[in-house]
Protein backbone atom coordinates (compact mmCIF):
# COMPACT_ATOMS: atom_id res chain seq x y z
CA UNK A 1 0.00 0.00 0.00
CA UNK A 2 1.60 3.25 -1.09
CA UNK A 3 1.96 6.04 1.70
CA UNK A 4 -0.77 9.09 1.27
CA UNK A 5 2.45 11.28 0.74
CA UNK A 6 5.55 11.44 -0.40
CA UNK A 7 8.69 13.35 0.82
CA UNK A 8 10.27 15.90 -1.36
CA UNK A 9 13.98 15.76 -0.03
CA UNK A 10 16.31 18.68 -0.36
CA UNK A 11 18.67 18.71 -2.27
CA UNK A 12 20.81 21.13 -0.25
CA UNK A 13 20.61 22.81 3.00
CA UNK A 14 20.52 21.09 6.37
CA UNK A 15 17.58 18.96 6.27
CA UNK A 16 19.67 16.91 3.81
CA UNK A 17 22.78 16.85 6.12
CA UNK A 18 21.28 16.57 8.84
CA UNK A 19 17.95 14.63 8.43
CA UNK A 20 14.34 16.16 9.02
CA UNK A 21 14.42 15.64 12.86
CA UNK A 22 18.30 16.87 13.14
CA UNK A 23 17.57 20.22 11.07
CA UNK A 24 13.79 20.96 13.45
CA UNK A 25 16.37 21.04 16.32
CA UNK A 26 19.09 23.05 15.19
CA UNK A 27 16.26 25.50 13.98
CA UNK A 28 14.94 25.84 16.98
CA UNK A 29 18.42 26.05 18.93
CA UNK A 30 18.53 29.46 16.27
CA UNK A 31 15.28 30.60 17.23
CA UNK A 32 13.21 29.16 13.99
CA UNK A 33 10.77 26.89 13.01
CA UNK A 34 9.47 25.89 9.36
CA UNK A 35 6.08 25.37 8.68
CA UNK A 36 5.26 22.03 9.45
CA UNK A 37 4.60 19.80 6.39
CA UNK A 38 1.11 19.66 6.90
CA UNK A 39 0.69 23.56 6.26
CA UNK A 40 2.69 23.85 3.20
CA UNK A 41 -0.73 23.55 0.89
CA UNK A 42 -3.12 26.41 0.57
CA UNK A 43 -3.63 29.72 0.35
CA UNK A 44 -3.52 31.36 3.92
CA UNK A 45 -2.64 30.30 7.22
CA UNK A 46 -3.19 30.48 10.48
CA UNK A 47 -1.11 32.07 13.66
CA UNK A 48 -0.36 28.36 14.64
CA UNK A 49 0.77 27.83 11.39
CA UNK A 50 2.75 30.04 10.57
CA UNK A 51 6.67 29.93 10.51
CA UNK A 52 9.05 31.44 13.19
CA UNK A 53 11.76 33.63 13.06
CA UNK A 54 12.89 35.66 15.89
CA UNK A 55 15.47 36.02 18.82
CA UNK A 56 13.75 33.64 21.57
CA UNK A 57 12.81 37.33 23.29
CA UNK A 58 8.80 36.53 23.43
CA UNK A 59 7.90 39.79 25.67
CA UNK A 60 4.49 39.78 27.69
CA UNK A 61 3.22 43.01 26.79
CA UNK A 62 -0.01 44.71 28.80
CA UNK A 63 -2.28 45.67 25.77
CA UNK A 64 -3.89 48.12 27.84
CA UNK A 65 -0.88 50.13 29.10
CA UNK A 66 0.76 49.37 25.69
CA UNK A 67 2.12 52.29 23.65
CA UNK A 68 3.78 53.01 20.45
CA UNK A 69 5.71 55.87 20.42
CA UNK A 70 6.58 58.59 17.44
CA UNK A 71 9.07 60.62 17.22
CA UNK A 72 11.19 62.64 14.62
CA UNK A 73 8.18 63.73 12.57
CA UNK A 74 6.25 66.96 12.29
CA UNK A 75 4.66 66.30 15.89
CA UNK A 76 5.90 63.51 18.48
CA UNK A 77 2.76 61.49 19.93
CA UNK A 78 1.78 58.62 21.09
CA UNK A 79 -0.84 55.99 20.12
CA UNK A 80 -2.48 53.29 22.51
CA UNK A 81 -4.07 50.34 21.23
CA UNK A 82 -7.94 51.81 20.81
CA UNK A 83 -6.02 54.60 19.20
CA UNK A 84 -4.75 52.69 16.25
CA UNK A 85 -8.22 50.81 16.14
CA UNK A 86 -9.88 53.78 15.59
CA UNK A 87 -7.67 54.81 12.42
CA UNK A 88 -8.98 53.64 8.97
CA UNK A 89 -8.13 50.10 8.83
CA UNK A 90 -6.43 48.19 5.72
CA UNK A 91 -6.55 44.18 5.06
CA UNK A 92 -3.77 42.41 3.41
CA UNK A 93 -2.98 39.65 2.21
CA UNK A 94 1.12 39.02 1.25
CA UNK A 95 3.94 36.47 2.04
CA UNK A 96 6.30 36.82 4.99
CA UNK A 97 9.60 35.32 4.52
CA UNK A 98 12.77 35.08 6.10
CA UNK A 99 15.12 36.59 3.84
CA UNK A 100 17.64 33.95 3.89
CA UNK A 101 14.45 31.25 3.29
CA UNK A 102 15.81 28.13 0.96
CA UNK A 103 19.58 29.55 0.63
CA UNK A 104 22.10 26.71 0.55
CA UNK A 105 22.02 25.87 4.29
CA UNK A 106 18.44 26.22 4.53
CA UNK A 107 17.12 24.63 1.33
CA UNK A 108 14.50 23.19 2.77
CA UNK A 109 12.56 26.96 2.52
CA UNK A 110 9.72 26.88 4.85
CA UNK A 111 10.40 29.47 6.19
CA UNK A 112 7.64 31.85 4.90
CA UNK A 113 4.07 31.82 5.08
CA UNK A 114 1.00 33.96 4.23
CA UNK A 115 -1.81 35.56 6.35
CA UNK A 116 -4.41 38.78 5.97
CA UNK A 117 -3.25 40.92 8.29
CA UNK A 118 -5.33 43.99 9.14
CA UNK A 119 -4.25 47.77 10.56
CA UNK A 120 -4.16 51.41 9.74
CA UNK A 121 -1.26 52.10 6.97
CA UNK A 122 2.29 52.95 8.53
CA UNK A 123 2.05 56.11 6.67
CA UNK A 124 -1.65 56.68 8.00
CA UNK A 125 -0.17 56.07 11.58
CA UNK A 126 2.67 59.28 10.46
CA UNK A 127 -0.14 61.55 9.25
CA UNK A 128 -1.46 61.18 12.47
CA UNK A 129 1.23 62.98 14.01
CA UNK A 130 0.90 65.94 11.58
CA UNK A 131 3.20 64.05 8.70
CA UNK A 132 6.53 63.32 8.15
CA UNK A 133 8.04 66.73 8.44
CA UNK A 134 11.81 66.24 7.08
CA UNK A 135 12.02 62.42 7.93
CA UNK A 136 12.59 60.61 5.17
CA UNK A 137 13.21 57.05 6.77
CA UNK A 138 12.12 55.41 9.42
CA UNK A 139 13.62 52.96 12.31
CA UNK A 140 10.79 50.00 13.53
CA UNK A 141 11.44 49.17 17.15
CA UNK A 142 10.40 46.46 18.95
CA UNK A 143 10.06 45.08 22.64
CA UNK A 144 12.20 42.24 22.79
CA UNK A 145 15.03 43.35 24.48
CA UNK A 146 17.85 40.90 24.26
CA UNK A 147 21.92 41.27 24.26
CA UNK A 148 23.91 44.26 24.18
CA UNK A 149 21.97 45.41 21.07
CA UNK A 150 18.70 46.17 23.04
CA UNK A 151 15.06 45.41 21.39
CA UNK A 152 15.09 44.42 17.48
CA UNK A 153 15.47 47.24 15.01
CA UNK A 154 14.57 48.00 11.28
CA UNK A 155 14.89 50.60 9.54
CA UNK A 156 12.88 51.65 5.89
CA UNK A 157 12.93 54.82 3.69
CA UNK A 158 9.27 56.32 3.75
CA UNK A 159 9.03 55.88 -0.14
CA UNK A 160 9.32 51.86 0.65
CA UNK A 161 6.18 52.01 3.19
CA UNK A 162 4.43 54.11 0.28
CA UNK A 163 5.46 51.85 -2.44
CA UNK A 164 4.67 48.18 -0.38
CA UNK A 165 1.43 49.62 1.14
CA UNK A 166 3.35 48.90 4.80
CA UNK A 167 0.53 48.06 8.04
CA UNK A 168 0.74 48.04 11.76
CA UNK A 169 -0.76 44.71 11.94
CA UNK A 170 -2.91 44.13 14.35
CA UNK A 171 -4.46 41.16 13.47
CA UNK A 172 -3.60 38.07 11.72
CA UNK A 173 -6.11 36.09 9.89
CA UNK A 174 -9.03 38.59 12.24
CA UNK A 175 -7.70 37.72 15.47
CA UNK A 176 -5.67 39.37 17.98
CA UNK A 177 -1.75 39.04 17.45
CA UNK A 178 -0.52 35.87 19.78
CA UNK A 179 2.31 36.73 21.86
CA UNK A 180 4.90 34.67 19.14
CA UNK A 181 3.36 36.66 16.35
CA UNK A 182 3.96 39.99 18.13
CA UNK A 183 1.23 41.29 20.15
CA UNK A 184 -0.17 43.76 20.11
CA UNK A 185 1.08 45.29 17.08
CA UNK A 186 3.91 44.29 14.08
CA UNK A 187 4.87 46.13 10.90
CA UNK A 188 3.92 44.10 8.05
CA UNK A 189 5.86 45.05 4.91
CA UNK A 190 4.12 43.48 1.34
CA UNK A 191 7.01 42.70 -0.81
CA UNK A 192 9.86 43.33 1.62
CA UNK A 193 11.77 40.26 3.14
CA UNK A 194 10.12 39.71 6.70
CA UNK A 195 13.42 40.90 8.57
CA UNK A 196 11.13 44.27 8.33
CA UNK A 197 8.18 43.02 10.24
CA UNK A 198 9.05 44.24 13.50
CA UNK A 199 7.34 42.26 16.22
CA UNK A 200 6.22 43.97 19.54
CA UNK A 201 6.24 47.45 17.89
CA UNK A 202 7.17 50.12 20.67
CA UNK A 203 8.35 52.84 19.00
CA UNK A 204 8.85 54.21 15.35
CA UNK A 205 11.49 57.45 15.05
CA UNK A 206 11.75 59.90 11.73
CA UNK A 207 15.14 60.56 10.25
CA UNK A 208 16.94 62.43 8.05
CA UNK A 209 19.10 59.61 6.62
CA UNK A 210 18.70 56.02 6.32
CA UNK A 211 19.05 54.04 9.56
CA UNK A 212 22.42 52.38 10.16
CA UNK A 213 21.60 49.52 12.52
CA UNK A 214 23.00 46.21 13.36
CA UNK A 215 21.11 44.63 11.32
CA UNK A 216 20.19 46.71 8.21
CA UNK A 217 24.26 47.43 7.95
CA UNK A 218 25.77 44.31 8.92
CA UNK A 219 23.47 41.08 9.12
CA UNK A 220 20.83 41.43 6.20
CA UNK A 221 23.06 42.28 3.44
CA UNK A 222 24.66 40.37 -0.03
CA UNK A 223 27.33 41.54 -2.21
CA UNK A 224 27.10 42.53 -5.57
CA UNK A 225 29.91 42.89 -8.07
CA UNK A 226 29.34 46.94 -9.63
CA UNK A 227 32.54 48.05 -12.08
CA UNK A 228 34.26 45.27 -11.04
CA UNK A 229 34.26 45.75 -7.32
CA UNK A 230 31.80 43.50 -4.83
CA UNK A 231 29.94 46.09 -2.85
CA UNK A 232 27.45 45.73 -0.13
CA UNK A 233 23.51 45.22 -0.89
CA UNK A 234 20.95 45.01 1.87
CA UNK A 235 18.68 42.90 0.98
CA UNK A 236 14.91 44.03 0.52
CA UNK A 237 12.42 43.23 -1.96
CA UNK A 238 11.32 39.87 -2.87
CA UNK A 239 11.94 38.48 -6.00
CA UNK A 240 10.79 35.76 -8.60
CA UNK A 241 10.67 31.91 -7.78
CA UNK A 242 8.62 29.46 -6.51
CA UNK A 243 8.82 26.05 -4.64
CA UNK A 244 7.19 22.78 -4.66
CA UNK A 245 6.18 21.88 -1.55
CA UNK A 246 3.76 18.64 -1.02
CA UNK A 247 3.46 15.17 -3.27
CA UNK A 248 0.30 13.99 -2.29
CA UNK A 249 -1.43 10.39 -3.12
CA UNK A 250 -4.34 10.95 -5.36
CA UNK A 251 -6.11 8.26 -7.49
CA UNK A 252 -4.23 7.52 -10.56
CA UNK A 253 -0.94 8.94 -9.21
CA UNK A 254 -0.16 11.90 -7.08
CA UNK A 255 -0.59 15.84 -6.93
CA UNK A 256 2.42 17.94 -6.94
CA UNK A 257 2.01 21.36 -5.13
CA UNK A 258 3.53 24.76 -4.37
CA UNK A 259 4.14 28.24 -4.51
CA UNK A 260 4.92 31.02 -7.17
CA UNK A 261 5.79 34.58 -5.90
CA UNK A 262 7.83 37.87 -5.86
CA UNK A 263 8.97 39.77 -8.48
CA UNK A 264 6.05 42.34 -8.03
CA UNK A 265 4.02 41.09 -10.88
CA UNK A 266 1.62 38.60 -11.09
CA UNK A 267 2.09 34.97 -11.90
CA UNK A 268 1.02 34.39 -15.26
CA UNK A 269 2.59 30.59 -15.67
CA UNK A 270 4.38 28.04 -13.85
CA UNK A 271 5.41 24.81 -15.34
CA UNK A 272 6.82 21.54 -13.28
CA UNK A 273 9.57 19.11 -14.64
CA UNK A 274 9.81 15.64 -13.14
CA UNK A 275 12.70 14.10 -15.02
CA UNK A 276 15.44 16.46 -13.75
CA UNK A 277 14.51 19.61 -16.58
CA UNK A 278 14.33 17.86 -19.80
CA UNK A 279 10.44 18.02 -20.09
CA UNK A 280 8.09 21.16 -18.52
CA UNK A 281 4.31 20.62 -18.04
CA UNK A 282 2.62 23.16 -17.08
CA UNK A 283 -0.06 24.18 -13.42
CA UNK A 284 -2.88 24.47 -12.31
CA UNK A 285 -3.16 27.58 -10.63
CA UNK A 286 -5.14 29.56 -7.60
CA UNK A 287 -5.06 33.05 -6.55
CA UNK A 288 -6.10 34.20 -3.34
CA UNK A 289 -9.06 35.93 -5.08
CA UNK A 290 -10.22 32.90 -5.63
CA UNK A 291 -10.86 33.18 -1.63
CA UNK A 292 -11.07 36.36 -1.05
CA UNK A 293 -12.88 39.24 -2.07
CA UNK A 294 -9.85 41.69 -3.50
CA UNK A 295 -11.38 44.81 -3.24
CA UNK A 296 -11.45 44.57 0.47
CA UNK A 297 -8.05 42.93 1.14
CA UNK A 298 -5.28 44.41 -0.69
CA UNK A 299 -3.56 41.30 -2.25
CA UNK A 300 -1.03 42.86 -5.19
CA UNK A 301 2.29 40.78 -2.91
CA UNK A 302 0.07 37.42 -2.53
CA UNK A 303 1.46 34.36 -3.80
CA UNK A 304 -0.42 31.97 -6.32
CA UNK A 305 -0.39 27.97 -4.94
CA UNK A 306 0.18 25.61 -8.45
CA UNK A 307 -1.12 21.97 -8.99
CA UNK A 308 0.11 19.59 -11.22
CA UNK A 309 -1.02 15.71 -11.89
CA UNK A 310 1.53 12.78 -11.90
CA UNK A 311 -0.24 9.95 -13.58
CA UNK A 312 0.97 6.91 -12.30
CA UNK A 313 4.89 7.15 -12.92
CA UNK A 314 6.75 4.10 -12.60
CA UNK A 315 8.31 3.47 -9.10
CA UNK A 316 11.97 4.56 -8.63
CA UNK A 317 13.91 7.85 -7.59
CA UNK A 318 12.90 11.42 -9.72
CA UNK A 319 14.45 14.99 -9.81
CA UNK A 320 11.37 17.53 -9.44
CA UNK A 321 11.68 21.00 -9.71
CA UNK A 322 9.25 24.22 -11.02
CA UNK A 323 9.89 27.87 -12.50
CA UNK A 324 7.39 30.59 -12.45
CA UNK A 325 6.77 33.43 -14.94
CA UNK A 326 5.26 36.94 -14.14
CA UNK A 327 2.81 38.58 -16.76
CA UNK A 328 6.26 40.55 -18.02
CA UNK A 329 7.17 36.94 -19.75
CA UNK A 330 10.26 37.32 -16.90
CA UNK A 331 11.19 33.43 -15.70
CA UNK A 332 12.31 32.20 -12.67
CA UNK A 333 16.16 32.48 -13.19
CA UNK A 334 17.82 28.60 -12.85
CA UNK A 335 20.99 29.92 -11.00
CA UNK A 336 21.28 32.41 -8.44
CA UNK A 337 23.04 35.54 -10.75
CA UNK A 338 26.71 35.37 -10.87
CA UNK A 339 26.96 39.51 -9.77
CA UNK A 340 25.40 38.27 -6.92
CA UNK A 341 26.64 36.50 -3.64
CA UNK A 342 25.37 35.91 -0.05
CA UNK A 343 23.00 34.11 1.33
CA UNK A 344 19.67 36.25 0.89
CA UNK A 345 16.92 36.42 -1.84
CA UNK A 346 17.61 33.05 -3.38
CA UNK A 347 15.59 32.77 -6.52
CA UNK A 348 17.04 29.73 -8.00
CA UNK A 349 14.86 26.14 -9.42
CA UNK A 350 14.92 24.61 -5.81
CA UNK A 351 15.73 21.09 -6.99
CA UNK A 352 13.73 18.25 -5.27
CA UNK A 353 14.38 14.35 -5.40
CA UNK A 354 11.93 11.65 -4.38
CA UNK A 355 11.44 7.62 -4.46
CA UNK A 356 8.13 6.81 -5.73
CA UNK A 357 7.42 3.64 -4.38
CA UNK A 358 6.42 0.10 -5.48
CA UNK A 359 2.71 -0.26 -4.96
Known sequence: MPPDELDLQPLEGMARWLGPTLERLVFRALSMEEQARGAQRGLLHSQEAFFRRDRHAHPEIDGEAWRLE???????????LGD??????????????????GN?????????????????????VIEA???????THLCFRGADTLGPRGGYHYGLSIEELERSGAIVALTHGGEPLSRARGFPARLVVPGVYAMSYVKWLTRIEGLI?????FY????????????????????????LKSVLTRCVRVEGGWELYGWAWGGGEPIAKVEVTVDGGKTWQEARLRTVGDVLDTEQVD???AWTEFCWRWSDPAPGAYLLTSRAFDATGRMQPEREPPDVRGHYDQVRWKWRRVVVPVD
Open 216 to 239: NDVLYNNRRRVDGRWIKEQARWIS
Open 209 to 213: ERHRG
Open 70 to 80: LTGFAAARTFS
Open 84 to 101: LRALPQRAVACVAECAGN
Open 299 to 301: ARR
Open 129 to 135: CGGAGAA
Open 104 to 124: HLMGSAGLMGQAVWEGPTATG
